[in-house]
């Protein structure tokens, strides 16, 4: 998909106008994109969870990705960090930096994937900016969401004796990115092109858990998202709580695709443990209320599985079958130190 | 100043921990940086202005400025924007793409510009994400004012018999680039030492009319930021309000050094009504309440001066002394066409 070819937008309003307003229509918060800010009214005893994220071509994503595919990563990493802090996604604003005039085909594609993902998320542009200049495609999203008052669920408040879940299925988008980059490798792990598109699709469209945000809210003692690599994130999360984690390796959750690549490939195990772009959601809930957060989550549609449980200490301990630590070269994604898994 | 040398940070977690983290610190919505998102609890009766504006190395600024300078100017340029709203900034988040880890003399020095820049602004730092990628520098702030319910001010409401004024004087910051990229002009400009570093100082540190916001809320009929160039910028006012704006050029407001610039070369008038980086306020006021407006204003610190009016159609017209209008080669800077005035 070629980002740039003869017929370009021509001007920073035209992109304005013929692609980001229509995104923005009929919402009060985004002023019809006339003014270049967003105005938030904020519901009374609510208060507002405010992230910001960006991605870039060559790094989130690749210059030949679909720009559908592209615009929904965009705003599900976004929102999956929203919904791990048990709040709704309402707003959004959009930095975009592009190193050359769009075509309008592409950017017509692009606005058609926020269109979609939009609807399925519940979210509204609100503003942003549009600029051009060296280097990647760069698009920096800061999504808004509400949560009653005082009901945030945080990274540091898991307690020694809870009980450690992820959602859905962890490894998927981490071996879709191989795949993704070397397709060949899909014969040598056995997989038929569903499985291999499966893997592939779960890398280039997260699916931000949003049905869980509110059971959260209620039952959670922590959470995360998943996007850096399960091993390092249980680290981010062990550090802010002040906790060990113990990890089953056997019982985190694979999908039928990557448990027949692992079948066939098992040293794949350090790519579907530390691989990053997840965005699953890891869990802490004390003993008490754990239960009932299963059976809410799986009555909402979402799949949570409990892989392991917070202990004193400060480690994130991933056993084997053996009871036996399993050492990893590395333990995922640094985007600042560049360290790729 | 070299942005990478020997002693570089050394991780994601460093850089939050060592250079970020302090400068949230004490202010609950930041969570302490410990998660990943700020938590903004708005006050009754107020609304919240948000705004989202990159910055990027060889844009908008330079490698070889000083990093006090770029943290101060990543910040003034987005609390400008709420303040031309009537908004109180209150709260920033920072994303930071790095090409390489930064060295820390590097980060020390931009914490610390960013530091004062938050301190005389009355902003908190309150989330954020950092990366490394291919491309320049690239520094994304969101900041978030706010407003009385109700108040925020725009810029689609001007009307036809307002008079028009702006803030502090023009054309210095476009005036100051020029000199910034080639510093040989100044003896051409008949320029002293003193009047050069002046013109360069207003392109490098924008002053936001932090004074003015309260003041704007009450009296003005529509304001926005000047950024793109004073005649750019008055055709968004004009095209959003459905009006049109006569300028007397000879009443623009103008600094001493612009003054002696133009005195040397009269051609530069050009560059003053066009060039960027101003970030001075235009406003409109009803005749009626213009006069408070120019008192309150006056009484707070801020030069407000008028420089002509609202009326009916929908052009700029800039008039010379002879009451013709001047014609631009270009209007100003169009980030997306790249047009350079």
Redesign the interface.
Known sequence: MAMTDAANV???EA?IHDFLAPLAAGHSAA?GL?????????E?G?????????I?E??HFFTEDAPEDIAWKALAVNVS??VA?GATPRFY???L??PA?PSKNWMTRFAAGLAKAQTFFGVHL???????????L?I?L?V?GIVP?GT?V???TAKPGDKLFVTGTIGDAGLGLVLHRQPTLAMQWLLDETAEAYLVGRYLRPEPRCAIADILRQHASSA?DISDGLVRDLGKLSK?SGVGLRVYASDVPLSTPARKALAAKPELLSTVLTGGDDYEIAVSAAPSGAQLLERRAGAAGVLLTCIGEVEGGHDVVIEDNNGQPIIFNTTGW?????VNP
Do not use: N, Q
């Open positions: 021509a001007s920073e992109l002023l006339a003014d270049d800010c967003a105005l938030i009214a904020p009374p609510s208060e507002l969870v405010i992230k910001t994220d960006p870039a060559g790094v960090d929203l802090k604003l959009m930095a930096s592009f005039a609100v503003g942003g900016d549009t600029d051009r200049r060296p280097g990647p760069s920096t800061t808004i008052a945030m945080h990274r540091y995360m802010a640094d985007h600042f130190a560049g």
